[in-house]
């Protein structure tokens, strides 16, 4: 490929891939950039759905930027085409359309997707996943017509389902196989008091459940079996995780363990292609573990990073924090690292009807922050975390209403 064949192609146009193009489209002017979606319209915020399910916000609200203003960035914004396979050999990508795309730098950012249980009833009318803003589009007609919705999954995106749901004035109950809802990120004590707060709301939970399968009559779901207790619903919303989607990379023969692995500047194991969002598997800053953080502000710092290495300088990504900052029923929660600890680990917390603060310790260094209720001084813990600053002596040395002047005389430079 001579100099003048230089073209940017991206897969996916989410968080990842909308950050990646308009990073490379200021870092470098004149090269083209091709984004193939399979979606139909604009970049939209995901973390919008469950508002607009709920009839806060209108459909359009959740725009980031429409078709016309990728185009006027320079980008060649094409939807309805999905890739079906990356030929890394000859440096091209084929749709499902027959069309083919070149590239000379690649970046597969193609996101996750819900996981779907093998449940008997799981393809019924009225069962559903949320990940698009058609899915929430289909679950707002449907909640319509209903009475009664079950949830399966008390993550975030299904406790923020269930909130919408019962926003429209629809019984929901919210299914969780764990012994406590929010379970990667809150403890048992944290998640006693958000539960409370969604019983508040009219929301059942039913914990340590597991589903058996959904009732189907008609073709309409109508009820979910789980523990031999039968619970009558017309609409279901499945949220119990979701999966990079890396079957394109996997084909073409890259490194895929969870999800696509990248290095410390986001580039696969084949030359000249890159990877970013949730599709990929990157280090944890602390632990130094592989993992698939999935979560927006990792996708769009990871797009940046990838579009600085596509473009030519060296820019590494230094590692993904585990970090969860939402709103549940009116609770503010931050999140933030390893919030159980293990038994060599010391744990500090602060509990009052409201708020719940908790500090986990390893060899002082802060492993862990959990703030629910009251998040001041998040800012302050989770610098000190992804920094791993020493602290002297083994014991968090301050009270819940903390101030970084407190912290001083304990820091060790
Ligand atoms: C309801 C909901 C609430 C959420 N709340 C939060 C939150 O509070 N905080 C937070 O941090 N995160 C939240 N998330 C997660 C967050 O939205 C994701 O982490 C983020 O969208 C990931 O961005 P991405 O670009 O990696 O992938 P995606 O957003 O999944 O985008 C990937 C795009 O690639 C396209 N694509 C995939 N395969 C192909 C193919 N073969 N050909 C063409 N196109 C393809 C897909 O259609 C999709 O448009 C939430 C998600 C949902 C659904």
Known sequence: MSGGDKMYLIIGNGAAGIAAATALRRLDKTTPIT?????????????????????KLPRA?????????????????????????????????????GR??????????????????????????????????????????DAEASQAAVVI???????????????????????????????????????????RALKDAGIEILTEATVKGLAVE?????????????????????????RPQAELAEAAGLKVGRGIQVDKYMQTSAPEIYAAGDVAEVYDRLTGQRVVPATWPMAVEQGEIAAYNMVGWRRPFTGSINLNSVEIAGIPIVS?????????????????????????????????????GDIRQAGVVINLMAKQTELAGRTWPLTANFSYADLLPRIIF
């Not at 009558?232 to 919303?237: A, H, I, K, N, Q």
């Not at 600890?341 to 500090?359: N, S």
Request: proline share 4%; net charge positive; with cysteine.
């Open 100 to 141: 083919r795309y070149r590239y000379s730098k690649l970046l597969i950012a193609t996101g996750s997707q819900p996981v779907k249980p093998a449940w008997p009833g799981i393809d019924a009318e009225g069962v559903y996943t949320l990940w698009t803003l058609p899915q929430a589009a289909a679950i707002t007609a």
């Open 153 to 195: 999954g008390a993550g975030l995106i299904g406790l923020k389902t269930a909130l919408a749901l019962r926003y429209r004035g629809l019984k929901v109950t919210v299914v969780e196989q764990q012994p406590h809802i929010l379970p990667r990120q809150l403890d048992g004590g944290a998640a006693t008091i958000v539960a």
């Open 61 to 97: 609200a959740a725009e980031i930027k429409s078709p016309a203003a990728l185009a006027q960035l320079g980008i060649d914004y094409r939807t309805g085409e999905e890739v079906a396979a990356v030929c890394p050999a000859t440096r091209t990508v084929v749709c499902a359309s």
């Open 35 to 55: 984004m193939l979606t399979r979606e139909l319209g604009g970049f939209y915020s995901r973390i919008d759905l469950p508002d607009i399910i709920a009839g």
């Open 218 to 242: 008609d073709g309409k779901v109508c009820q979910v079996e789980i523990n031999g207790k039968l619970l009558e619903c017309s609409l279901v919303v499945i949220a119990v995780g979701v």
């Open 336 to 372: 933030a690292g390893d919030v159980n600890g293990a038994l060599t680990d010391d744990v500090y917390i602060w509990q009052t009807d409201h708020a719940y603060r908790k500090v986990v310790m390893h060899r002082g260094k802060v492993k862990g922050v959990l703030l629910l």
